[in-house]
């Protein structure tokens, strides 16, 4: 016998052995025989292949998709940040401003009594003398009041701006030659080109801050994300 067959042999009473050989299965054999199974198994892998894949790529672009909402939400966060920000700055120094105008016409008011006061002390005309006196002690009050006013919103406008910041220098400079100005309460007036060079300077500081808060938008944060993904 072939050692590539198997066999048996299979006695009965009253007749004669029978060996029945049988040749072994080729893997062909057995492949068409289990082709239910295997085609079974294949297109279950194959299933679970795409569930698993289609699953990846949904998580994938579900944290793409926070990852970008973080982004947008901070930017926005930014953007709304330096908005309020130039409105603060742009405030102060409206108020700041408006308290130079008010020394202005203070310091005028003062200025203008005590000459007429001296005229009046001149003629001898006491009564009129009490009277300019009386009014320039008022504007010199005023005065007083409105000079700290213009040292406290002059140097909240310096603390919204980090220390030795570079387009806000000549601004600053201003500000301090104003400042030297006021001090000396006998100045006649302040010079009203100080008033205009200092709202002129802060026009364009304010206009690059504003250029500056509008390319962090919303879309341009979006735009940013797109060009990481291109880069990606």
Same mark, same amino acid.
């Given at each position: 016998?072939?050692?590539k067959?198997?066999? $048996?042999?299979?006695?009965?009473?009253?007749? !004669?052995p &029978?060996?029945i050989?049988?040749?072994?299965?080729?893997?062909?054999?057995?492949? &068409?025989?289990?082709?239910?199974?295997? %085609?079974?198994?294949?297109? =279950?892998?194959?299933?679970?292949? %795409?569930?698993?894949?289609?699953?990846?790529?949904? =998580?994938?672009?579900?944290?793409? =998709?926070? !990852?970008? $909402?973080?982004?947008?939400?901070?930017?926005?966060? !930014?953007?709304?940040?330096?908005?309020?920000? &130039?409105?603060? #700055?742009?405030?102060?120094?409206?108020?700041?401003?408006?308290?130079?105008?008010?020394l202005?016409?203070?310091?005028? %008011?003062r200025?203008?009594? +005590?000459?007429?006061?001296?005229?009046?002390?001149?003629?001898?005309?006491? /009564?009129?003398?009490?009277?300019?006196?009386?009014?320039?002690?008022?504007?010199?009050?005023?005065?007083?009041?409105?000079?700290?006013?213009?040292? +406290?919103?002059? *140097?909240?406008?310096?603390?919204?701006?980090?220390?030795?910041?570079?387009?806000?220098?000549?601004?600053?400079?201003i500000?301090?030659?104003?400042? /030297?100005?006021i001090?000396?309460?006998d100045?006649?007036?302040?010079? /009203?080109?100080?008033?205009?060079?200092? #709202?002129?300077?802060?026009?364009?500081?304010?206009?690059?801050?504003?250029? #500056?808060?509008?390319k962090?938008?919303? *879309?341009?944060?979006?735009?940013?994300?797109?060009? +990481?993904?291109?880069?990606?």
């Open positions: 016998m072939d050692k067959e198997t066999g $048996a042999i299979i006695f009965s009473e009253g007749s !004669i &029978i060996e050989i049988q040749e072994p299965l080729s893997i062909g054999a057995i492949a &068409i025989q289990n082709l239910p199974f295997l %085609v079974t198994a294949l297109i =279950v892998i194959c299933a679970a292949t %795409v569930t698993y894949r289609s699953n990846r790529k949904s =998580v994938e672009a579900q944290n793409e =998709v926070a !990852i970008n $909402a973080r982004i947008d939400e901070h930017e926005n966060k !930014i953007s709304e940040f330096r908005h309020h920000w &130039i409105q603060q #700055v742009r405030e102060t120094a409206s108020d700041l401003c408006k308290i130079l105008h008010q202005q016409y203070q310091a005028m %008011v200025n203008l009594n +005590r000459d007429n006061e001296a005229e009046a002390s001149k003629r001898g005309d006491d /009564e009129s003398e009490a009277v300019f006196n009386k009014a320039a002690s008022k504007a010199y009050g005023k005065l007083i009041s409105s000079r700290e006013e213009y040292y +406290r919103v002059s *140097s909240k406008l310096k603390l919204l701006f980090k220390k030795d910041e570079p387009s806000m220098k000549a601004a600053f400079g500000v301090s030659e104003i400042q /030297e100005d001090f000396d309460l100045k006649t007036h302040i010079e /009203e080109k100080m008033i205009e060079d200092l #709202v002129s300077e802060l026009q364009v500081v304010l206009k690059e801050e504003w250029k #500056v808060t509008k962090r938008s919303w *879309s341009e944060s979006q735009a940013f994300n797109e060009q +990481r993904k291109t880069d990606a």
